[in-house]
């Protein structure tokens, strides 16, 4: 096939040429057996620390070299307060680490011949749509895998978060305008992902959660892994979400992430991550025999998006299917992290031409000790030593995904302008309001104020406060309490409103809805 015909080809050449050359922080005959349980002593005794410290409630590690695993360990406790320990076999719910297990799922998939990384997704859910006609007839599997459909990253997390599921999550995506052109930029989405999953296992006639179980999960012998929430809460050994309360961790918000299962939603155990680690180490083999076709997983790892540099170490990072490529320190890794904002932190690193891996899963947000452990370790394995105090250098970056956002609500809210102006009578703003993508709201007057019900069959209600004119204040996020919301109300002639823009759903530029009716 010529090579100008199939763009893919060439740059799969081009990328191979390109790692073949890549310098090797270390040759495979210096990581002796020796140093590796040097480094896994020590790997031990950070942990403990973590811990100790306070850094999560718990956590649980393997790492396997070689197609061997040789650690596999729990630290800390399930849920703060609560005496069970974690251990190799405790179930986390394990975040964004699903992407690249799902991704794995879809190369067995595609191994089987059942569809192709390049499969368009209009023939394989014609139902589905983006906003564009061009785009939605030519996406394809691989441009939702590696986050290049042009969807806004948060487009449909906003509906989930009001209680809409999956089937009408990706139907609605169709309401949402790109953020770039089509495969020009990188915006890493859950439900983009979700719907590249979902159809590739349609051929099967089967849901995705019972593909993933006979396509991966079964044949590795991961019984304790599932894509149904059902499952995860099932299981009397598992770990609760923490958030920080009063300085303290507390398991205080269940997270529920079956409409996004493939980008998100999978329950696993450090035992049973070990043993797809082993799978793509072996490149598709397990226990001596090929599950996956190595072609077809070997795309998973090809660099196809820019994301920059790694924010603490500064390596160059790309995506590919699923997977975060980077070349860093210590050569090239593949690696991926997860976290809910409600209380999770997982990570995977894979140093292919090491044949090394390691999986960390924690139960707390936020913090850095998942990187920041692996960092520590890998900085062990290929130079004796930890170079710095990646923990801290981590924590430091996660405590600053919410700090600043909520400090500068707070101030924008800090009081109305003096005087503030009163708001109308409730019969005002009390009505129904619309539009496509958020569906039905709600407001009705509630005692001394107003309520705002949105989701399907009015599912999430917030209490409205009035701040200033026609300007209502919510506090919407359980992660952040104290963090302010506007939701504001356009006023006619005839002194009712005809819209409000709803401040929490407004990240797409689709959170203003009018009134329906009278």
């Not at 393997?62 to 695993?69: E, I, L, T």
């Amino acid at each position: 096939m010529r090579l100008d015909r199939n763009p893919w080809h060439w740059r799969i050449w081009v990328c191979i040429a390109v790692l073949a050359l890549w310098p090797r922080a270390a040759s495979a005959d210096t990581i002796t057996p020796e140093r590796i349980a040097d480094a896994l002593s020590k790997l031990d005794a950070l942990a403990q620390g973590a811990v100790a410290d306070g850094g999560v409630p718990g956590l649980a590690i393997a790492v396997v070299h070689d197609d061997q695993v040789v650690f596999l360990k729990g630290f800390g406790h399930r849920e703060a307060g609560k005496p069970e320990a974690v251990d190799a076999d405790t179930v986390f719910q394990i975040a964004s680490l699903s992407k690249p297990v799902s991704a794995t799922v879809v190369a067995a998939l595609v191994s089987d011949g059942i569809a192709s990384w390049d499969s368009k997704i209009a023939d394989l859910d014609p139902a589905f749509r983006l906003a564009d006609p061009y785009p939605t007839s030519q996406l394809t599997v691989r441009d939702l895998f590696s986050h290049r459909s042009g969807l806004p990253g948060t487009a449909g997390d906003d509906l989930e978060d009001i209680g809409y599921d999956r089937a009408e999550i990706l139907h609605r995506l169709r309401f949402v305008p790109p953020s770039s052109s089509f495969r020009a930029g990188y915006s890493y989405s859950n439900f983009g992902l979700t719907e590249g999953a979902v159809a590739a296992a349609m051929p099967t006639g089967k849901p995705w959660e019972e593909v993933a179980q006979e396509k991966l999960y079964r044949p590795l012998g991961m019984a304790s892994t599932s894509s149904r929430h059902s499952d995860f809460v099932k299981h009397a050994d598992r770990a609760a979400l923490h958030i920080k309360v009063g300085g303290a961790w507390a398991a205080k918000i269940e997270r529920d992430p079956d409409a996004q299962a493939p980008a998100g939603g999978v329950s696993s155990t450090a035992r049973d991550l070990s043993q797809w680690v082993r799978l793509i180490l072996g490149n598709g083999v397990y226990a001596g025999k090929t599950l996956i076709a190595a072609d077809a997983l070997d795309q998973t790892h090809v660099p196809l998006m820019t994301r920059g540099k790694n924010p603490v170490s500064g390596g160059e990072s790309f995506y590919g299917l699923g997977w975060n490529v980077e070349f860093g320190r210590h050569g090239l890794s593949w690696g991926h992290a997860g976290a809910f904002s409600v209380g999770a932190r997982t990570l995977v690193t894979i140093f292919p031409r090491d044949k090394l891996g390691i999986v960390i899963i924690a139960n707390a947000f936020p913090t850095g000790v998942p990187e920041g452990l692996s960092d520590s370790f890998a900085d062990l394995v290929f130079d004796g030593s930890v170079q710095k105090d990646w923990v801290k250098a981590w924590d430091d970056i996660y405590a600053g995904m919410f700090g600043p956002v909520v400090e500068a609500a707070k101030a924008t809210y800090a009081a109305p302008p003096s005087p503030a102006r009163p708001a109308r009578p409730a019969s005002a703003y009390a009505g129904r309001y619309a539009n496509d993508f958020f569906g039905d709201a709600v407001v009705a007057s509630a005692g001394d104020g107003l309520v705002l019900k949105v989701g399907p069959h009015g599912a999430r209600s917030y209490s409205l406060a009035h701040f200033d004119g026609d300007l209502f204040l919510t506090y919407p996020d359980a992660e952040t309490p104290d963090r302010p919301t506007g939701v504001g109300f356009v006023v006619g002639p005839d002194g009712k409103a005809s819209a409000m823009t709803i401040g929490f759903l407004d990240d797409n530029h689709l959170g203003t809805l009018r009134r329906v009716g009278d």
